[in-house]
C-alpha cells in the first residue's frame, strides 16, 4: 500500500511562485510514475505534470515554460515548483503515484490534496 503525503500549496499573488512537494511510503515497485493532477472546483481532475523513475517529464500545455516537475528516487520524493501563476491554476493539487511508466486516475495512489490559490 502506498501514502503519499503533500505539502506545500497555499495563498499566493498572480506572478508568484509556490513548490510542492509530495513524500511516497509503503511498498511499491522501484519503476514508478508519480505525477500532480489538480481539480478546480466543478471541474475534472486533470494531469499537470507527471515523471517517471528514469526522469522523463511531460507537462500539460497550460503550464509549460512555468511549472517544472523533478523527483528524489532516494528520498522517493516528487517536487513541483510553480513560476508566473496564475488565478485560473487555482485548484487542488494531488500528488499520484502508479507503478511502470504511466500515470492515471484510475490507477493511481493518491495524497490528500494541497490547496493551491492564485489571486488576481
Known amino acids: 500500500q502506498v501514502q503519499l503525503v503533500e505539502s506545500g500549496g497555499g495563498l499566493v499573488q498572480a506572478g508568484g511562485s509556490l513548490r510542492l512537494s509530495c513524500a511516497a511510503s509503503?511498498?511499491?515497485?522501484?519503476?514508478?510514475?508519480m505525477g500532480w493532477y489538480r481539480q478546480a472546483p466543478g471541474k475534472q481532475r486533470v494531469l499537470v505534470a507527471a515523471?517517471?523513475?528514469?526522469?522523463?517529464?511531460n507537462y500539460a500545455d497550460s503550464v509549460k515554460g512555468r511549472f517544472t516537475i523533478s523527483r528524489d528516487n532516494a528520498k522517493n520524493t516528487v517536487y513541483l515548483q510553480m513560476n508566473s501563476l496564475k488565478p485560473e491554476d487555482t485548484a487542488v493539487y494531488y500528488c499520484?503515484?502508479?507503478?511502470?511508466?504511466?500515470?492515471?486516475?484510475?490507477?493511481?495512489?493518491w495524497g490528500q490534496g494541497t490547496q493551491v490559490t492564485v489571486s488576481s
Open positions: 499520484a503515484l502508479q507503478e511502470g511508466w504511466t500515470v492515471t486516475v484510475a490507477d493511481s495512489s
Open positions: 509503503g511498498t511499491f515497485f522501484s519503476i514508478n510514475t
Open positions: 515523471i517517471s523513475s528514469g526522469g522523463s517529464t
